[in-house]
Every structure is written in C-alpha cells, then in structure tokens.
C-alpha cells in the first residue's frame, strides 16, 4: 500500500519537477503531452502502469514519454516501502516517522531531478526543506 501511495506521490513530483523551472501552476491545466497538448485523461495517468502500457508513447502522437516519469514513480514508491519497512509497521509513532520521511525523500528527489535537468534547485522546495 505504501509503494503505491509513493508512487502516486511520485506522478505528483514529475508534474513539479515539468513545471516548477517554467514558473507553470503546479494545479493547472491538468496532465498533457508537451508535444500536442494531449489532455490525459485519468485511466492514462495511473502511476507506472500506464507508461508501460502505451509503451512510453503518447496516445494521441506516438511522441515518447521520457523514461524520467517512471524512474520517478518507481524510485519514490520504493523509498515509501522503504521508510515504512524501516519506521512504520508497528506503531503509530512509526507511522508519523515513515510520512516525514517519505515527504523529506520526496522533496530530496524532486529538487535532484530538477537540479539534474535545469541546474537549478527551486526556492519552493529548499524552503520547504528548511522547514
């Protein structure tokens, strides 16, 4: 449960890491191929599942889907199993500290792909951080 949990967590980080360096809305519009501004319809953004099942392509214009979205989703969903194998099976307490975890390794592999692919890491997330 905790894998999917992060991987939707990471479908969200790959919106931040599109948009956060182009100064976009992280809220809108919705999911949209950047090559012909394909409205992706929700059963089309399921986390990991449907980049493997259109084959990371494009519905609407076969322009592939950078390999970058599922690297995302699998690496956050593994880091959430990770911290809740480590911090949360048992306690509540655990619990609190398996989610803090998971939001700090979230903000830590958004800012490393933006850094990767702009050089730059966003105020939203340092601050946030800081935090």
């Known amino acids: 449960v905790f894998f999917v949990f992060g991987s939707v967590v990471g479908s969200f980080l790959n919106v931040c ?4 360096p182009r100064d976009l ?3 809108k519009p919705g ?3 950047p090559k012909c501004d394909f409205a992706i319809p929700w059963r089309l953004n399921i986390p990991i599942m449907s980049w493997l099942w259109l084959r990371g392509r494009c519905r609407q214009c076969a322009a ?3 390999p970058r979205y599922l690297t995302v989703e699998l690496l956050t969903g593994l880091a959430f199993l ?3 194998l480590a911090f949360g099976a048992q306690t509540t307490p655990g619990v609190l500290l398996a989610v803090t975890w998971g939001a700090v390794l979230a903000g830590l592999i958004a800012a ?4 990767f692919e702009h050089f730059i890491i966003p105020d939203q997330i340092t601050l946030g951080g800081v935090a």
Do not use: E
Not at 17 to 20: A, D, V
Not at 112 to 115: A, K, L, P, V, Y
């Open 64 to 66: 592939p889907i950078s």
């Open 112 to 115: 490393t792909f933006i850094d």
């Open 17 to 20: 890491i599109y948009r956060m």
């Open 25 to 27: 809305s992280l809220a």
């Open 31 to 33: 999911s949209q191929c």
């Open 82 to 84: 990770a911290t809740w």
